[in-house]
Structures are given as structure tokens and as C-alpha cells.
């Protein structure tokens, strides 16, 4: 029995690429063939008319409120600067941060942009190692902000009564929720190199600049679903929206592209929301 394990784990190791290509390229011709039958069963006609329902103002304030939603990620740049040897102006770190989160989220590349950008902006006098510790730093809590609100959701879903089928999805959600325990005790037990400089503190920093981008990111969510004037059950679509989180990392496809999104607009059907209407809220979302 354990050759066989051993066996079968050796396998696994030496073809582990091939494998998660695989993977993804299965999750990408599963999500080309439901957003392709999506898109066919969508009145278009309904969308092109609610897109333009919508008055200057109203897209003047999602405009507004996506600006909002986007910077706490500059909190990442003022964090990383800590962990480098060099001073950078108040100024510069906004003005760098704000290219490379924009740029992050329009184009995403599951985070390889933002890492690469910064890794430019911020490597004045300090060596490799020193950026890709930093960079790596940074990488570690992206998705802390997540798990945690991974326990809120579930909270929400078998506390509240939510709907029966978002209970279907705990075990997304214990898994994701279960990511932040183990790096808070990961970085508070593990010795080296690596976390020596990675203080309380600064872990502190880093925990609520996740918690404040994926929450504005949420409410940002639900601010176009209410600016579009759909009425549904808003507690269920924010346990919906983390769910959908990480269902997209899990599909390992970059930014979660098309899997997110056809989770939604599944996921949203059930609160009386109209494929039309999913599809307008995901545009605007994105």
C-alpha cells in the first residue's frame, strides 16, 4: 500500500505541469461552452436597452465608486516599501501604485502583472532576492482578505437561511476559509530568512489591506446591482460573490476569467435576477 502511494505521488510530481495545464484548459473549454450557451439563450436586445437605460449620472457614480474600490490595493505598495532598502516618496508610491493596480485589474494575468510592475517601479539599490522576498511577501496575504471572509459568508448562508442551494457550497468556502489560519501560523512559527522582518505589525497591514480590497471590491459589487435597480436579496449575493472568488482561483484560470463570471450568472438566477440583467451587472463589474 505504500509503494503504491509512494508510487502513485511520484507520478503526480514529475508530471505536475502537464497536468495542471490540463486542468485549466478543461475549466477554460467548460467555461467557453456555458458563456457560449449563456450568450445564445440572451436576449440582447434587453441588454442593449438596459446599458443604455442608464443615465450619465448613474455611470458617473459606478465610475466614481470603482476609483474607490481600487485603492486600497495602494496599501500593498506602501507595504512593500518596508521591506526594501531604499526611501520612496509619499508621492512616487501613489503614483506607482495606482499604474500598477490599474493596470492589474484591467488586464490581470493572475497577479504576474502586478508583480512585474512593481518589481520595476521598486528595485532601486536592492538586490534580486530582496524584490522577489518582497514581491513574495506582498503575494502571501493577497488572499487573507478572502479567507476571513470566507467565515463571514458561511456565517451568513446557515445563519440568515440564505437559500439551500448556497449551502451546497461550504466546503469552497471551509477550504478558502481555512488558507488564513494556516498562514498566520505559518509566519508566526516558521524560522528564516524570509519572515524575519515581517513583523506583527506589518502583518497587521498587510491583513487589512486584503480585508479592505476584497470588501470594497464586494460592495462595489452590490453598488451596481443597486444602481441598476435590482431588487434581490443583497446578504445572499455578497455570500454569492465570495463563493464565486474562490471557485475562480480554484480554477487556477488568471483572474479567474469566465469562471467567476459564469458562476454568477448562474448563481444569481435563483434571486430572481434575469439572465439579461446578470449579464449588465458583470459588464459594468468589469
Known amino acids: 500500500m505504500k509503494q503504491t502511494f509512494q508510487q502513485v505521488k511520484s507520478f503526480v510530481e514529475k508530471r505536475a505541469t502537464i497536468l495542471k495545464l490540463i486542468f485549466v484548459l478543461s475549466v477554460l473549454i ?16 434587453q441588454v442593449k436597452q438596459g446599458l443604455a437605460d442608464q443615465s450619465l449620472f448613474s455611470v458617473i457614480l459606478m465610475l466614481g465608486a470603482g476609483i474607490i474600490a481600487v485603492s486600497p490595493m495602494l496599501l500593498y505598495d506602501f507595504s512593500i516599501v518596508k521591506f526594501l532598502p531604499d ?21 490581470g494575468f493572475g497577479g504576474f ?29 493577497l488572499l487573507a482578505g478572502l479567507s476571513l471572509y470566507c467565515w463571514v459568508s458561511l456565517g451568513l448562508i446557515f445563519g440568515f437561511d440564505l437559500g439551500p442551494h448556497l449551502k451546497g457550497y461550504w466546503p469552497w468556502l471551509i477550504g478558502g476559509g481555512s488558507y488564513f489560519p494556516l498562514l ?4 508566526k512559527f516558521k524560522q528564516g530568512d524570509f519572515f524575519k522582518d515581517l513583523t506583527l505589525k506589518r502583518e ?61 450568472m448562474f448563481g444569481l438566477l435563483p434571486f430572481g435576477v434575469t439572465t439579461e440583467q446578470a449579464v449588465i451587472w458583470l459588464l459594468f463589474f468589469r
Request: cysteine-free.
Open 204 to 264: 497587521l497591514v498587510l491583513i487589512l489591506a486584503s480585508l479592505l480590497e476584497w470588501g470594497f471590491a464586494a460592495l462595489f459589487f452590490l453598488f451596481i446591482g443597486e444602481q441598476l435597480g435590482i431588487h434581490t436579496n443583497y446578504a445572499a449575493v455578497l455570500a454569492l460573490y465570495f463563493t464565486g472568488s474562490v471557485l475562480g482561483i480554484v480554477s487556477m484560470v488568471p483572474g479567474g476569467l469566465g469562471s467567476f463570471d459564469v458562476f454568477m
Open 87 to 107: 526611501k520612496y516618496s509619499p508621492w512616487y508610491i501613489l503614483r506607482s501604485g495606482w499604474i500598477t493596480n490599474t493596470a492589474t485589474n484591467i488586464a
Open 184 to 187: 498566520f501560523l505559518t509566519t
Open 113 to 141: 502583472l502586478g508583480a512585474a510592475l512593481r518589481a520595476d517601479f521598486y528595485h532601486k539599490n536592492a538586490s534580486k532576492k530582496q524584490v522577489v522576498y518582497a514581491l513574495s511577501k506582498i503575494a502571501l496575504f
Open 30 to 45: 467548460f467555461v467557453t461552452f456555458e458563456i457560449g450557451k449563456i450568450f445564445r439563450e440572451v436576449d440582447w436586445y
